[in-house]
């Protein structure tokens, strides 16, 4: 899960850091702050999983996987953002939203790979009940 998360890092959110450099597209303040208030969420949740995995650790595994919620909150409220500020009259708006919504999209994959390795540590009745919970949810 490392391995796809660095993945993702790499290959995905550097073409797309490349791509608004090329295309010119600058990143308004207020989108600066929801992008760095998920990137945040997403450092903990990261940090978190890798330190669950470490020292077998159940208790913080629990703590990453019921970020769920929050994770999933903070991208619609980033969503709505954007899409307010696709009708915004800015030069640009239409690229900037897809790189937007794009790094948004890769920072909630990130997420699922750092669910993914905190759930490795919890019992096996647990992650049956939380795949089965995952299920219900879709």
Known sequence: DLEN???IIE???????????DQSVAI??????????????LKRALRGAIQAVSQNNSQVASLVIDMKDEIST?????????????????????PA??????????QKRIYYFAKRMA??????????????????SV
Do not use: C, W
């Not at 290959?11 to 450099?21: A, F, K, Q, Y």
């Not at 619609?76 to 954007?82: F, G, R």
């Not at 937007?100 to 999209?105: H, L, R, S």
């Not at 759930?119 to 219900?136: C, G, N, S, Y």
């Open 74 to 94: 903070l991208a619609n409220s980033a969503a709505v953002h954007q899409a307010a500020r696709l009708v915004a009259e800015e030069p640009n708006r239409i």
């Open 5 to 7: 998360i660095g993945d």
């Open 97 to 106: 939203y897809t790189i937007e919504i794009d790094i948004i999209e890769k």
């Open 28 to 41: 308004s303040v207020p989108t600066q702050k929801v992008l760095t208030d998920f990137h945040e969420l």
């Open 11 to 21: 290959t995905n959110l550097v073409e797309l850091g490349r791509s608004r450099i």
């Open 119 to 136: 759930k490795t540590v919890m019992p096996v009745d647990e992650q049956i009940e939380l795949d089965r919970a995952a299920e219900v």
